[in-house]
């Protein structure tokens, strides 16, 4: 009665603090900053923009409650649901982009035999991350252009100089445009998510493969692809999010145009926010987004977890 015994089946005595206890609140006053920075400059802002999408607000005066007017006007806004159409198709191509390209890498680096040439390869396609994006869309924007552009010098080299145009100025051709940038899509995070999966395969059921008489085909359809779908998952969501989210390429290489050919919600928020002074229309966009990604999300992960049950 007069000891208590802790989780570790260690006898203390009531006279004495439990150092475990101790232990705990050292350790949550440490994390404490980091909770307080998430909340004011994380959680705070996603909370106020739900208040402010239900209001008329341009930014500097007192808002003025509406309701849910703006959530009214923005599904009547015939350009918002246009800019839902083209990231509609845009995030759906940018998904297979992610994820094939980097995994057709992360394989082909993954069955070299030497060790030095997988490390060389890696860094080779790693390189390119450390180029700003925006620096990576005026390249690519030169690379469109209609006159000095390299694909246009390409076309006339080969004799298909009547394809020739202007790739960012003609309606028919922009999105698409974009859609192609950063050819051939092999993005270097996913590789490397990709390429750490593989390497966790254990070495005995590989062998066992070959054994077995599975060829290098065989094994990628039967053993890779299975182990790799909690990492194709992570590569779906942030593909996701990242599509969603992407204001600066259609600002920066087309700003959203011609007309509305480019247009994305992200953009359009954008420009409701900081050239029309309306922040309550634009906080309603944000919110309409935010419940798309949620959405996509938990569709995304209920996936994965039948594909664990079937397996």
């Known amino acids: 009665m007069n000891t208590i015994t802790s989780g570790r089946n260690k006898v203390i005595s009531p006279g004495k603090r439990n150092p475990y206890r101790s232990q705990a609140m050292i350790g949550l006053i440490m994390i404490l900053p980091t909770f307080i920075f998430l909340g004011v400059f994380k959680y705070y802002p996603a909370i106020i923009a739900f208040f402010y999408s239900l209001t008329k607000w341009d930014g500097f005066s007192d808002p003025k409650f509406i309701g849910l007017n703006n959530f009214v006007k923005l599904f009547q806004d015939e350009v918002f649901l246009q800019s839902l159409k083209n990231v509609s198709v845009w995030t759906i191509v940018y998904c297979i982009q992610c994820i094939v390209p980097p995994l ?127 990492q194709m998952k992570i590569a779906l969501i942030l593909a996701i999010i990242a599509c969603l989210q992407n204001v600066t390429a259609p600002l920066v290489m087309t700003s959203g145009g011609p007309g509305y050919a480019t247009y994305v919600p992200a953009l359009h928020m ?9 922040f309550g229309y634009a906080c309603a966009m944000a919110i309409v987004l935010f419940v798309i990604v949620m959405f996509l999300t938990m569709i995304s992960n209920r996936l994965k977890s039948q594909t664990d049950y079937e397996a």
């Open 270 to 278: 954008y420009l409701a926010a900081f050239s029309n002074s309306n």
């Open 104 to 230: 057709i890498a992360a394989e082909l680096i993954f069955h070299l035999r030497s060790k030095k040439k997988q490390y060389f390869y890696r860094v080779l396609l790693i390189i390119p991350m450390v180029v700003p994006e925006i620096v990576n869309q005026l390249i690519w924007q030169l690379i469109y252009d209609g006159d000095i552009g390299m694909v246009n010098q390409f076309l006339r080299a080969v004799g298909l100089g009547g394809v020739a145009q202007d790739w960012l100025g003609n309606p028919h051709t922009a999105m698409a445009a974009l859609m192609c940038m950063n050819f051939p899509w092999i993005h270097a995070f996913n590789m490397l998510i990709f390429y750490a999966g593989l390497q966790s395969i254990p070495g005995e059921v590989l062998e066992s493969a070959t054994m077995d008489g599975l060829g290098a085909f065989g094994k990628i359809r039967k053993m890779h692809l299975p182990f790799l779908i909690g």
